[in-house]
């Protein structure tokens, strides 16, 4: 656990960058600083490595007080993930990645065997190994950044807007493979970011910071969403909170519909006779679904051609029978015959929801929130 | 051409001799500064106090005549006139005056976030120093060295005027018995040494910064 206890950082002008911080990031867990720009998020962050020394109060890595370890050998336990990476330019990836085994004394050898399994980890190709940073896409060269912070394995890590400086595309991918190596190694992380979606979609817990350094709210996102402390936290947390908690609401058993399908490839006769509603769902091999087809408007000299991917509508979103709310209404909403696609964990076509079938589970959920709400406020009063 | 060739055959063991304390007169001081120039621009590069003084004083030094050093080094040294060794300490000199503001200048090109990742990885300052901050500063200092090396091996023929024998001889040889011959042999012998300076220096920096072609590219 990294304890933050009554940690101020004040500068000789008298500004404060953090005021009197208090917060236990959990053992394992992602804890993400958000604030705007002059919330002192990433001086805080700074703060747990030494890079900048508290003017009053204490930060404890597993109880230990850090302003007791020497910096350098605190640092080597702690890996570090900034901004477009900060790669040595002058170093090759692999070598890049070995940086903190080698300082720790490990063989050569040894450092770059672990930097090449660290590769494979973070997803790159072992033919990246002896580029220099700059061949490498701006993606990459993060994938690189996480990789070097975790050569020496360290428990804890310090992220500092570490995917803000990547396309939306690239962000997302990272974001996920960031995510699914964090479910491997549970590192007690402390991620910072300006970006109220990414510690949403990130954080165990969120820790909500206000200009002038102070803590405003620190809660798991389902509950910064549901309940936020004060008008700056529901401010900066946006306003379709409402419709981004389902994003935290599982959707439970729904009632899927059958629904007719096609196989790619087939006659487009065969869709015409089959369709819904004017539309039919056309599936691959692997009954993976593909597409709608707006079967309803063929002509009888079209109907004579089989149903190939021109024809096909991409709009709907897939939801996952596991997924959440949000995914299964997204999907109702999006898809043009009006019926949300639902697939299993592996892909295959699994049935269809209607967005008024989705919204009556939200109802009946928002409803019992509302009961458990009522009881623990009116519990609080008395 | 043909006097060219005529002066160089009768007179090649003379030249051939030049040659070699023309080389070593021009390349011993490139080495010395350099490794005297490189922990002064640490100092001046670590210590903003230090940088101003530093190279205000450095400047000076390398204002002074070349002939002048020449001349005082001697009484300074306690050395003989002809003594070579003072035209290694004056080159010396003008290569650390110049060098010291580029490594200053070298260190400094570094970016700051690069130096401070290196340490929020661990590096101590010594590490930070050694394995992050002087390689990046190689193609700085580099191009510095270049310049002092072609600028050493011109000044070398200066020394000729104190009678340090060496290839400047040529020079005066030539404006001795008033013919063109051997004052063209100096020029060339001059020039490709410092050339072949150049690529060495080059050659050098090239294999100490394999990233660099990369960053170019």
Known sequence: MIRFDSVTKGYPDGTLAVDNLSLDAPSGQISVLVGPSGCGKTTSLRMVNRMIEPTSGRVLLDGRDTASIEPAELRRGIGYVIQQAGLFPHKTVLDNIATVPLLLGRSKREARNRAAELLELVGLPQTLAGRYP?????????RVGVARALAADPPVMLMDEPFSAVDPVVREQLQNEFLRIQAELSKTIIFVTHDIDEAIKLGDKIAVMRVGGTLAQF????ELLSRPRDEFVAGFVGRDRGYRALSFASTGPLPLAEEPTVRLGDPLSAAREREKDGWIL??????APLGWLAAGGLTDEQAKGSAGTDLLNLGGTLA?????????????????????????????FAGTVTASQVLARIETRATRLREGAIRSATGVCS | MNELWTYLEANWTQIRGWTLTTLWLAAVPVMAGLVLALPCG?????????????????????TVPSLVMFLVLPELLGTKILDPVNVVAALTLYTFALLVRTVADGLASVPAHTLATAAAMGHTARQQLLSVQLPLAVPVIGAGVRVAAVSNASLVSVASVVGTSQLGQLFIAGNNVGS???????????????????????IITRLLTPWHKAVAS
């Not at chain 2, 063209?184 to 080059?202: E, N, P, R, S, Y």
């Open chain 1, 134 to 142: 700059v061949q490498l896409s701006g993606g990459q060269q993060q």
């Open chain 2, 180 to 202: 063109l011959a051997p004052i063209i042999l100096g020029l060339v012998f001059f020039v490709t040494i410092a050339l072949a300076f150049d690529l060495i220096i080059v």
């Open chain 1, 320 to 348: 996952t029978k596991a997924g959440t709310l949000r995914e299964a209404l997204d999907a109702a909403l999006s898809s043009p015959s009006g019926r949300g696609v639902i697939v299993h964990e592996d892909g295959r």
């Open chain 1, 282 to 287: 056309v599936v691959g091999q692997d009954d």
């Open chain 2, 42 to 62: 640490w100092l001046a590069h670590r210590y903003r106090w230090a940088h101003g003084p530093f190279v205000s004083a450095m400047s000076i030094v390398y």
């Open chain 1, 219 to 222: 809660s798991p996102p389902a």
